[in-house]
């Protein structure tokens, strides 16, 4: 019987895992895009300079993620609360995996 829930439970992460991995590279590409529009509009005319790919502009965002994901979460914590201070560990040692992953998802599409 025990054996049957970890099973269960193995697949139930399995399913979250792949569902967090799409909707990650998934908003990803949408930050990317909206990225790309706003590059596109603002800077490009008034500046002259290149216009950026939704890649270029998603693996931006990425980065963007990767350096300030951290600093929000610990700058809108509270010292004493310890959910927010595991909260800031998970996000220093998973954020620069998972930004590694979308960028190397988003290197395969260039």
Same mark, same amino acid.
């Given at each position: *019987?025990?054996?049957?829930? !970890?099973?269960?439970?193995?697949?139930?992460?399995?399913?979250?895992?792949?569902?967090?991995? !799409?909707?990650?590279?998934?908003?990803?590409? #949408? #930050?990317?895009?909206?990225?790309?529009?706003?590059?596109?509009?603002?800077?490009?005319?008034?500046?002259?300079?290149?216009?950026?790919?939704?890649?270029?502009?998603?693996?931006? *965002?990425?980065?963007?993620? !990767?350096? *300030? @994901?951290?600093?929000?979460? @610990?700058?809108?914590?509270?010292?004493?609360?310890?959910?927010?201070?595991?909260? /800031?560990? /998970?996000?220093?040692?998973?954020?620069?995996?998972?930004?590694?992953? *979308?960028? !190397?998802?988003?290197?395969?599409?260039?």
């Amino acid at each position: *019987m025990a054996e049957f829930n !970890f099973v269960r439970l193995a697949k139930i992460y399995l399913i979250v895992f792949v569902v967090v991995v !799409f909707l990650g590279t998934l908003t990803t590409f #949408y #930050y990317g895009w909206v990225f790309h529009v706003l590059w596109s509009w603002f800077v490009v005319p008034s500046f002259h300079l290149i216009p950026l790919t939704i890649r270029q502009c998603a693996g931006l *965002m990425s980065v963007l993620w !990767f350096t *300030m @994901a951290p600093i929000s979460i @610990a700058l809108t914590s509270k010292p004493d609360d310890p959910e927010k201070a595991i909260s /800031v560990l /998970v996000a220093a040692v998973f954020g620069p995996l998972v930004s590694l992953l *979308m960028g !190397f998802i988003i290197l395969q599409f260039m």
